[in-house]
């Protein structure tokens, strides 16, 4: 694939024209894939159905290992979540240069990602009808809510985390959306009209604004780190062996950054080519994405490393006795799938040709999103499938059911992130404007 | 009797300019629209840079903080959960609820006071919106008084305003 020679826009009417540009009326082959994701869903989401009504029998889950693919699925999204935060909120206040054209989708990649690994716990539920008996408040029923439980913890992390997600993604996209307001006409004008709130870009506005987003920014940071430390805590504040570990907050988020960043390059490849925005979007930026995931890369592969060792230095058998069925006992093969595609994989980026080659980039990005649910795999089924007792080990199998859901999963979060690709700007074109204005270009 | 008068201009740098120039007349900058966020139009129209939004900040966190604390608290102490003789209320977990609540009702109060001082949801345009505000124009609006009008209007022409329009306000659409 040979990257396309564009030059960078350099007036505010050219960055519009190539940004809001991309939304011109999509083809039949960007509807038939909207067709497919969405027949992806409805099965997906007729399989969790079949569930309900059936049972959760229908699931592989079963003793000992009661947590399945639903619960690796659901740390595998809140993952994919992440790098759209660090993106848009810590490199902001980092200013680093080239989360500008990248930023709008990477946010819209966490808020889907977040919205589809919040409904993981419920499928896991089985009685979803019964859900708000998780939800922290006072009842008749004295089923009051444990504060030491991680579980309440996960609860008010995940929703605090969607809710701030969001808020973030659609408040950043209010100038743009007035700007679409702006230049469309009859429906489009009144729909993209609510939407924009009323914005006009009044110096009072942007007043508010700045400032506003700036405090968005500090808090989605800080949040963004205690969001996957706590979805660690439900696995470290156990006393399963291969879980209860001091280390599992940092791994888990730069695991969770790992994934994300890689979902990143495997979304904006294609995203970019489909929608003409390779002027903004260019292999420079893709290639800082490849460089920080060597990063997030070798710190996950050291978190590999220190399990180990942590294991052997304690001298807990039952510790080092998982660690060592993990890397050559029954799912040796996962073990091994995540290993190298995530640490020996990114490190393919320290070759300059590789890093700027949109082929490899791509093909990068998807190995380590494989190497990451691995990951997930490996911690949940293999430390349970392998506990204390000899008699009450055990190995799992996904059904059939449960691969379909996360089939649906998969094609539900498809489905979304092409709608956003040609309903609202996907890259942001006020801040590529101020970008312009920083640099002196206009 | 006060005018009101809109200049439309192709560049921020030649706003920045116009800026002083009709202040120095006597006329008063109300409005300046812009497609970008610009805090160097904040200075020279002499409005602080920096906005009340951040004490909503400050006691939305204070208001979350004290929220989710104070209901785990409550909770422990209604239905005493004693777990591994630890004591009752745990700080341990404390922390945890705690933080996240901070962070959620700061973030919403920021939020809330963010589109309360910017007057969002608006649902009426204003009189001196022009829709190319939002795209590569920049808009001074201003008043001044009537006999001032065409001096003021040269002066927008003389720092660059592609266009001069005279605003109806209520006075003059007498």
């Known amino acids: 694939m040979k990257d ?24 039949r082959s960007y509807w038939g894939a909207v067709i497919l994701c969405l027949f992806g869903l409805l099965y997906g989401a007729s399989c969790w159905a079949y569930q309900i009504l059936t049972g959760m029998g229908v699931a592989g889950i079963n003793h000992p290992v009661n947590w399945g693919i639903y619960l690796v699925n659901f740390v595998f999204w809140v993952g994919i979540a992440h790098s759209g935060t660090l993106i848009s909120a810590i490199l902001y206040l980092l200013r680093a240069r080239w989360r500008t054209s990248i930023a709008r989708a990477a946010e819209a990649m966490t808020v889907f990602a977040v919205m589809i690994a919040g409904l ?3 499928i896991h539920l089985g009685r979803v009808w019964i859900f708000y008996w998780i939800i922290p408040y006072p009842n008749q029923r004295d089923l009051w809510p444990n504060f030491q439980s991680p579980l309440v913890f996960d609860f008010l992390a995940i929703s605090t985390y969607l809710t701030v997600s969001s808020m ?98 495997t979304l904006l490849i294609p995203m970019r080519g489909l929608l003409g925005l390779q002027p903004l979007i260019n292999v420079g930026t893709l290639e800082s994405i490849a460089k920080t995931m060597v ?16 294991a052997w230095y304690s001298g807990n058998m039952f510790e080092w006795d998982t660690f060592i069925w993990r890397a050559f006992g029954h799912y040796a093969p996962q073990f091994w799938v995540m290993v190298v595609c995530n640490v020996a994989g990114p490190l393919l980026f320290l070759i300059k040709a590789i890093r700027t080659n949109l082929i490899w980039l791509f093909a990068v990005g998807i190995i380590v999103n494989i190497g990451m649910w691995y990951e997930r795999f490996v911690i949940i089924v293999g430390s349970m499938s392998h506990e204390y007792v000899p008699h009450a080990w055990g190995v799992y199998s996904p ?21 956003f690709c040609k309903f609202v700007p996907p890259v942001s074109v006020f801040e590529m404007k101020e970008h312009l204005w920083t640099h002196g270009k206009v | 009797m006060k005018e009101r008068l809109l200049g439309i201009f192709t560049s921020l740098g030649q ?12 006329a008063k900058v109300r409005t300046v629209y812009s497609p970008i966020d610009c805090r160097e139009i904040l200075e020279k129209i002499g409005v602080r840079k920096t906005s009340p939004v951040r004490f909503a ?78 795209k590569d124009r920049f808009g001074l609006l201003l008043e001044c008084d009537r006999a001032q009008r065409e001096e003021i209007e040269i002066s927008l022409e003389q720092a660059g305003a592609e266009e001069v329009r005279v605003l109806r306000t209520r006075e003059t659409s007498q």
Do not use: N
């Open chain 1, 168 to 265: 973030f993604w659609y408040m950043g996209m209010l100038p743009d959306l007035a700007a679409l307001r702006d230049q469309s006409t009859g429906l489009k004008r009144r729909i993209y009209g609510i939407f924009s709130l009323g914005w006009q870009g009044t110096h009072i506005q942007w007043r508010h604004y700045g400032t506003a987003y700036l405090l968005f920014a500090a808090f989605a940071t800080p949040l963004v780190i205690s969001v996957h430390s706590v979805v660690s805590w439900d696995f470290a504040l156990s006393i399963v062996p291969g879980w209860h570990s001091t280390i599992f907050a940092p791994y888990f988020v730069a695991g969770a950054i790992h994934s994300g960043l890689a979902m990143v390059l």
């Open chain 2, 57 to 134: 900040t400050l006691l939305g966190g204070l208001a979350g903080l004290s929220l989710g604390v104070g209901f785990a608290i409550y909770t422990f102490l209604e239905w005493k959960f004693v777990t591994s003789g630890k004591p009752t209320p745990p700080a341990v977990p404390l922390v945890v609820v705690g933080f996240e609540m901070t962070i959620l009702f700061g973030f919403l109060s920021t939020l809330l006071c963010m589109l309360f001082l910017c007057g969002l949801p608006r649902l009426r345009g204003s009189q001196g919106y022009d829709p190319r505000f939002s």
């Open chain 2, 15 to 26: 706003l920045e300019e116009a800026i002083p120039l009709i202040q120095r007349k006597g």
């Open chain 1, 399 to 419: 059904s059939w059911v449960e691969l379909s859901i996360m089939l649906g999963s998969f094609s539900m979060f498809l489905f979304l992130f092409l709608l």
């Open chain 1, 120 to 122: 993981f716990p419920f």
């Open chain 1, 295 to 310: 990063l997030t890369g070798l710190i996950v592969g050291y978190s590999y490393g220190v399990e180990y060792f942590m």
């Open chain 1, 4 to 27: 396309w020679q564009a030059s960078t826009p350099k007036s505010y009417s050219e960055v519009q024209e190539v940004i809001l540009g991309a939304l011109s009326p999509p083809g």
